[in-house]
């Protein structure tokens, strides 16, 4: 039996789930807002005691890649990469916008996940779903102005209902609300946070691939400012990425 | 929660360092150090001897920015983490069954860049039921003197870097009181500020020293004594002067020999660092000067400390450039002191921008 350890602490929230094949053993979400840093590996700890699991019995490791606050995502990233290179087992990034999402899967219609991003911008993407089936990408994961966001859901959505979800919605209902009006749903409390479990079930089934920890990064969806700017000052360098 | 069960880490903790006192065997201790631009990893024995000491600078990317850029240098940390580590190990010809604790640089430093190095210490630490060591960046510095010459007590140590100027005085192992800090710039700081004035490319410090091993220290300078019994430092008027000097100067249409300010400039520097450390070695008494931080590299600095040492008969450490810099040998160094005491960091370490030194 293929046990993984699954964690999120890419935003506000943290999650922390042990999984194995199609059960989870144990979950622990907060939403208490302290510091990532500080709790993880103690939440780990305790999970991983509570589940009866040691270290070594772990199949591989889920983490939630991003994106999200730069610092928390880092702290998860480092964390999932350390372990699973100490155990030699892979590690599986799984987006951070996608582990929400995850929440609404029986949903039919589009489901946008959102974080705000500041100034306006936040980060999100589409998925759809049918009958419990994986998400399928409707629009990439990006950051982007909320307005030109909503813009572009109402072009794609056509008739159908769109279903907003995450804890910065109590930032931009009013102005989702105002663009799409009744064609825009918000998803209730419970489904709002990321869910480790979500991320660890994830992670057990694309073990075969692999997942190398050396070659697991988050995934920020921006250049550090500096670099940006730098970036804009030296057009010849091209973007890297 | 006072008196809960140990958790299956904590127990494992004990057991193996139980095993590893009775076995008397030597100590590996793998370090981490990710407080500013460099990502470095290394495996120590017993304190002292370097089996491996990889470091994975930044500088040419922080190079074209003009200074280290906080988020830039977090996010290669998290890229290179641990491929650093396992470059270490493999250098030093082990694997982490050799290892028998993780020391890591909690503070001080940029947080965004420790909390990289904490995280995969944490980690590691709980993934092999081996001992966490949160170990002071200053700490460090002070005992990468360790890997080259045994240490006697009590000392004094002064260590100078583009972060820090700090004068700490040690009566034995893990004792640490800090006699005098900068009050405003690090020396290594102004060392740079000065650079930038005189067009130098950055990092300026170097630069500094080899313009000033060409000139003459000719263009009179101020140097911050501060209070008569004070061993803090104070280099932001000394910076400001420096600006004047040139500003005045191109203000009159007359030329400054860059290399005699640059001399001017070091020797007021090196002056008061070096003249404070030997006045603190005759109060506090002491049996030893060591030298450390990044800026111990500098020659100026080495000379003249070197000079007044052997004046007052007093033996001197430098380390080797290479130990001098930021790097994770002198972090499991200094983890090797609070191994022996038994004294373990528990998961939730955290990193500390502003940690003191006690
Ligand atoms: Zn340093």
Redesign the interface.
């Known amino acids: 039996m293929m046990r993984v350890l699954a964690m999120d602490t890419s935003n506000l929230v943290l999650s922390v789930a042990v999984v194995e094949e199609d059960r989870i053993l144990a979950e622990l979400t907060t939403n208490q807002q302290k510091n990532h840093s500080v709790r993880l590996m103690d939440a780990i700890s305790e999970l991983m005691d509570e589940t009866g699991t040691l270290p070594e019995q772990l199949a591989g490791i889920g983490v939630a890649k991003g994106p999200g606050s730069y610092t928390g995502v880092r702290i998860g990233v480092a964390t999932a990469k350390s372990m699973a290179w100490s155990l030699q087992i892979p590690v599986i990034g799984v987006s951070s916008l996608e582990a929400v999402a995850m929440n609404a899967r029986g949903f039919s219609g589009l489901i946008v996940p959102l974080f705000d991003a500041r100034r306006g911008q936040v980060y999100t993407g589409a998925f759809r779903t049918k009958d419990w089936a994986e998400l399928s990408v409707v629009a990439e994961e990006r950051l982007v102005l909320l307005r030109d966001w909503l813009a572009s859901l109402k072009e794609q959505a056509g008739n159908e209902r769109v279903l907003f979800m995450g804890e910065d919605l109590r930032i931009h209902r009013e102005t989702i609300a105002e663009q799409l009006g009744e064609q825009a749903l918000f998803a209730p409390a419970t489904h709002n946070h990321p869910r480790a479990a979500h991320i660890g079930l994830a992670a057990l089934g694309k073990l075969a691939e692999g997942g190398h920890p050396h070659e697991m990064v988050p995934e920020y969806l921006q250049l550090a400012e500096a670099e940006a700017k730098w970036l804009a000052q030296n057009p010849a360098c091209g973007v890297k990425e | 929660m006072k008196n809960r069960k140990p958790?299956?880490?904590e127990e494992r903790v004990q057991q193996a360092y139980l095993a590893q006192q009775q076995s008397g065997r030597p100590v590996n201790i793998l370090g981490i150090e990710t407080s500013c631009d460099e990502t470095s990893a290394s495996v120590v024995q017993d304190g002292r001897t370097v089996l491996s000491n990889i470091i994975a600078s930044q500088a040419d990317i922080h190079k074209?920015?003009g200074g280290v850029?906080p988020?830039?240098a977090?996010?290669r940390?998290?890229?290179n983490?641990?491929?650093t580590?396992?470059e270490a190990l493999q250098e030093a010809g082990k694997t982490?069954d050799d290892i028998q604790a993780i020391a890591v640089t909690y503070g001080p430093g940029l947080?965004?860049a420790l909390?990289?190095g904490?995280?995969?210490?944490?980690?590691?630490s709980?993934?092999?039921?081996i001992p966490l060591i949160g170990v002071h960046h200053i700490a460090g510095h002070i005992y990468a003197n360790r890997l080259v010459t045994e240490m006697e007590f009590p000392l004094i140590a002064l260590v100078v870097s583009g972060g820090h100027t700090e004068l700490v005085w040690m009566k034995e192992h893990g004792h640490y009181e800090i006699l005098g800090e900068t009050r405003d710039d690090a020396a290594g700081e102004a060392y740079d500020k000065v650079a930038r004035a005189l067009q130098l490319p950055y990092p300026g410090g170097p630069h500094i020293d080899r313009l000033a091993h060409e000139g003459t220290p000719s263009i009179p300078l101020p140097r911050a004594w501060l209070e008569p019994n004070s061993y803090d430092f104070s280099f932001s008027g000394l910076k400001s002067a420096v600006l004047n000097t040139l500003h005045n100067a191109s203000q009159r249409g007359e030329s400054i020999s860059p290399q005699d300010l640059a001399a001017s400039f070091q020797d007021s520097v090196t002056e008061v660092l070096v003249e404070k450390t030997i006045r603190a070695v005759k109060e506090y008494g002491a049996r030893q000067v060591l030298l450390a931080g990044g800026v111990a590299a500098n020659r100026g600095l080495r000379e003249r400390l070197s000079k007044r040492c052997g004046e007052e008969g007093l033996p001197l450490v430098i380390p080797p450039l290479s130990l001098c810099t930021d790097n994770a040998a002198m972090i499991a160094a200094a983890g090797y002191i609070s191994y022996q005491k038994g004294r373990f960091a528990?998961?939730?370490l955290?990193?500390v921008p502003g940690l003191p030194l006690s």
């Not at chain 2, 904490?118 to 590691?124: E, G, H, R, S």
């Not at chain 2, 709980?126 to 039921?129: H, M, P, V």
């Open positions: 958790s299956r880490y074209r920015f850029v988020e830039v977090s996010r940390h998290v890229e983490i641990t491929l580590i396992e982490l947080v965004g909390l990289v904490v995280a995969a210490a944490k980690a590691i709980y993934a092999r039921g528990r998961l939730d955290n990193g």
